[in-house]
């Protein structure tokens, strides 16, 4: 599986639901976890992992091409955590 399209059939042939609904469940749910993150709030599938909003402190870097000091601004990111079960069986 390697991207969204790919999901949408493997899950479509599996559960023998239209493709169509399928697409429209994973833009729902993704589109869940993209508000609940963005108001704060961390969505947590147990075994899978965890997505939260974290903020990253303003900070100052370099250009690589000129060696100059910039400034970069502080800013909100999204972090994902894997899951045990997920990451042992990966680690397997």
């Known amino acids: 599986m390697a991207n969204k399209q ?7 042939k599996s ?3 239209p493709k169509s609904k399928v697409k429209d469940v994973i833009d729902t749910l993704l589109d869940s ?3 609940s993150v963005k108001k704060g709030k961390p969505v947590q599938l147990v075994g899978f992992g ?3 909003r974290a903020a ?6 370099r250009n690589p ?3 100059a000091t910039i400034k970069i601004a502080a800013r ?3 972090r994902f955590t894997v899951g045990k079960e997920f ?3 990966v680690n397997k």
């Open 6 to 12: 790919d999901l949408i059939d493997t899950i479509a």
């Open 15 to 17: 559960t023998e639901l």
């Open 33 to 35: 976890i993209k508000d």
């Open 50 to 52: 965890t997505w939260k």
């Open 56 to 61: 990253r402190k303003a900070r100052t870097g």
């Open 65 to 67: 091409q000129t060696g």
């Open 76 to 78: 909100k990111v999204v």
């Open 87 to 89: 990451k042992d069986l």
